[in-house]
């Protein structure tokens, strides 16, 4: 009877340890069932370090070890350095896809590149299969996905901050040596905006200039350092609207708010893809009676998609194309 008791209990017992194995490789796998192995990882790094020796770069008070030469590039989860890539000619060989395809925004660099995955979920395999000297991330990723692209070559996430900007475009000069290039869009851009600020001042003194996203059919504003608003208020000088100013993060704005704000000049972004149970809030915000009664639809000041609406706002290639088109439209 003791005997058939131990077998009983030995059986339980290696129940449970295959029970615990399959719960513990559930959870691995739940983020992506492509995690590659151990062993093909560490050969794939070994083999990238003895071809080309290594070199310490700096980002945001960060070190990182990368090769000393720097060429195949994986760019995942960081639209921020899909749009420093373009501003530096820099062609990775995997990145992001939209929708299972590249968006047009990025065709100019993507023409040699495969598609490493969506947005918000890498394929780590096809990443460990494109061996990349250096992948790019996102601070908005989760440490355990962190994790696992460090395995497969040295990886920095790209600050999605916006104040941040410079040093993102720094970033990748330096590993693909492109310093010159970096300065000198630096240097144009920031001689623009002095001279698109001489032209401002006077022109739009006393006048309330907003830009606004709607996403899922619900307007929002931005405190004044994030998205448009940082080159509108922190870089050109303009008056900060109370409703901006007071905000702290993304805030829901409504109509009424909106029409208290009253602003003289109005950039309005939409993208489908942020309103997809929503298709016509755009048509319907401009057809409220309530909106129809701002000075900036009354005097057609209103902007809509002046950038690309995946466009991130920060980056130097948005600040770029955003002061373009406050150019275009506010400087006549």
């Known amino acids: 009877m003791k005997k058939k008791f131990l077998f009983i209990s030995f059986i339980a017992l290696f129940m449970l340890i295959l029970a615990a194995c399959g719960e513990k490789k559930a959870v691995e796998?739940?983020?992506?069932?492509?995690?590659?192995?151990e062993e093909e990882v560490t050969q794939t790094k070994e083999e990238s370090t003895n071809e080309n020796g290594t070199r310490t770069i700096e980002y945001l008070g960060e070190s990182y070890e990368v090769p000393e030469k720097v060429e195949r590039i994986v760019v995942t989860g960081a639209m921020e350095a899909m749009e420093d890539m373009v501003v530096l000619d820099v062609h990775p060989v995997g990145a992001i896809a939209i929708g299972g395809?590249?968006?047009e925004l990025y065709a100019s660099v993507t023409d040699k590149a495969e598609s490493i995955g969506e947005k918000i979920k890498p394929n780590f395999e096809k990443i460990l299969e494109l061996n990349p000297d250096v992948i790019l991330g996102s601070t908005k990723f989760p440490e355990e996905v962190q994790s696992k692209l460090e395995k497969i070559a040295p990886t920095i996430l790209v600050s999605h901050i916006s104040t941040n900007w410079e040093s993102n475009l720094n970033l990748l000069a330096e590993l693909t040596g492109k310093q010159a290039d970096a300065e000198k869009i630096l240097s144009t851009y920031k001689a623009d905006i002095e001279a698109a600020k001489s032209t401002l001042t006077e022109k739009l003194q006393d006048q309330k200039v907003a830009a606004i996203r709607i996403r899922g059919g619900q307007a929002?504003?931005?405190?004044k350092e994030v998205f448009l608003n940082a080159v509108l208020y922190g870089e050109l000088?303009?008056?900060v609207p109370n409703e901006v100013a007071k905000a702290k993060s993304q805030e829901a704005i409504s109509v009424e708010q909106l029409a208290d704000m009253n602003p003289d000049y109005l950039?309005?972004?939409?993208s489908t893809d942020e309103n997809a149970d929503a298709p016509n809030a755009l048509e319907d915000f401009k057809k409220n009676p309530i909106i129809q009664n701002i000075t900036a639809f009354k005097n057609d000041r209103v902007f809509v998609n002046v950038l690309d609406p995946l466009m991130e706002g920060g980056p130097a290639y948005s600040r770029i194309k955003f002061l373009e088109a406050i150019q275009q439209n506010l400087v006549k």
Not at 29 to 37: A, F, G, Q, R, V
Not at 267 to 270: D, I, L
């Open 29 to 37: 796998e739940e983020y992506s069932t492509d995690t590659p192995k």
């Open 101 to 103: 395809k590249f968006p």
């Open 220 to 223: 929002y504003v931005y405190p």
């Open 237 to 239: 000088g303009l008056a």
């Open 267 to 270: 950039f309005v972004q939409f």
